[in-house]
């Protein structure tokens, strides 16, 4: 089993349907982790003498951040995936290669997706923002809350109404590839290979000078950072395989619960489950029509088959998001104290959903009820989010509290099961 093994998927025109971009990702981590959906204002920052605090360190503060929606482990301030009010997606991946990871605290990766959709309105501007803060102040860190200590180096996908980027890094070295139109997804591995449209300037000289590559033949920047022969790379089959595959027989026909579906797959392995699991799912629909809004689910809780996407949409004055908001501890200061005690994390979704899980486990004919109740909220909100895409008509008073009162009527199908 790949520990922290989640999946990023983007697709363009012409493989979606009406002119849109869609995301999608599965947080896959430990299984007792919770991951909170929180969303933070656009903030003007006046006093830049004051340092930004992130996960491990602090680091320069910007005069200006976007307001982001973000689904994170609710241990940590990054996050695992998440979007902007310009339609900038991010979701990152754990990956690792000949290049050695560091144990010093630095950025984590999920640190930098949250960095990159706070200071940048496009994909392109979001990876310039990554690389810079990653050759000055590095990658590192233990990525878990508690005794287990894991850290590696990350990729990511970004992605925004026009088109996506994959960005794959060794230590402070990198690759980039531009991604305008099909299918494209990334896993626990580095999946460039000679198309390179962006890099670090010294990436090459460094593998050469390492022996990773001998100078003469086409530069592969997986084969050359990664273990990997990226010849069986697509023949293989682990999950950057079989997600490629599901993509692939869906092109040109691919929708938002397209990407739902394929996040819900669990014989590939994509819809994980055991001591490490799929904990959130995040799916995007950018629209190319800059008229139409961006549309973002999250389910905010374990296994997407047994959770609901629930809607999020960008405008003034959002309600917070208090029912997927993890309690706050007066000593956050024990991510840096590492302590081996876990605070409880769990959010009131959260909280429902797991008591909903035993019912599942225990009565079948309930657990049919009840999840035939959460398809039929689901199919509710999807037909009213085609209907504002296909109508160009936003109620803003609505969609202010749009996501809580979603969170609200999927809460009350978890107790009115679990009560009865």
Not at 129 to 153: A, P
Not at 281 to 300: A, N
Not at 302 to 309: K, L, N, Q, T, Y
């Amino acid at each position: 089993m790949e520990p922290f093994s989640c999946d990023t998927f983007v697709a363009l025109p012409p493989a979606t349907v009406d002119n849109r971009i869609i995301f999608g990702k599965n947080s896959d981590r430990l299984c007792d982790e919770v991951q909170e959906v929180v969303y933070f204002p656009a903030a003007v920052h006046n006093n830049l003498g004051e340092h930004l605090k992130c996960t491990y360190i602090e680091i320069d503060q910007v005069p200006e951040t976007y307001a982001v929606v973000l689904s994170r482990p609710a241990w940590l301030w990054g996050a695992e995936m998440g979007a902007n009010e310009h339609g900038v997606c991010i979701g990152n991946e754990a990956v690792w290669g000949r290049e050695e990871v560091c144990d010093e605290e630095a950025l984590l990766g999920m640190d930098l997706v949250r960095l990159g959709l706070e200071r940048a309105d496009t994909a392109e501007k979001a990876l310039n923002v990554i690389v810079d803060l990653l050759e000055k102040y590095g990658q590192g860190g233990n990525c878990t809350e508690g005794r287990m200590v894991f850290s590696y180096h990350n990729s990511f996908l970004i992605a925004d109404r026009n088109e996506a980027w994959i960005l794959e890094t060794a230590g402070k070295y990198w690759a980039a590839e531009k991604v305008q139109e099909g299918v494209r997804n990334i896993s626990n591995q580095l999946s460039i290979t000679t198309k390179i449209d962006r890099e670090h300037p010294d990436m090459r000289n460094y593998a050469k000078r390492k022996g990773w590559w001998d100078g003469k033949k086409e530069f592969d920047f997986a084969a050359a950072y990664s273990y990997l022969d990226t010849a069986k790379m697509m023949t293989s089959s682990g999950r950057y395989c079989e997600g490629y595959k599901l993509l692939k027989k869906h092109k040109g026909n691919i929708t938002f619960e397209t990407m739902m579906e394929i996040l819900r797959d669990k014989p590939s392995g994509i819809n994980m489950e055991g001591e490490f699991l799929t904990t959130a799912s995040m799916v995007s629909i950018l629209p190319q029509d800059s008229s139409l809004p961006c549309i973002h689910f999250f389910t905010g809780t374990p296994d997407p088959e047994r959770s609901v996407f629930k809607p999020f949409i960008f405008v003034p004055h959002i309600s917070q998001l208090l029912d997927t908001s993890s309690p706050t501890f007066e000593l956050e200061d024990l991510v840096k104290k590492k302590s081996h005690v876990k605070p409880d994390r769990r959010h009131p979704l959260y909280q429902k959903h797991q008591q909903a899980l035993e019912v599942v486990h225990n009565n079948e004919e309930k657990a049919k009820i009840m999840l035939d109740n959460m398809r039929k909220l689901e199919k509710e909100l999807f037909r009213e989010m085609e209907s504002i895409l296909q109508n160009k008509h936003l109620d803003v008073e609505k969609i202010v509290n749009l996501f809580p009162q979603c969170t609200k009527d999927e809460i009350q199908i978890y107790q009115s099961n679990v009560s009865c």
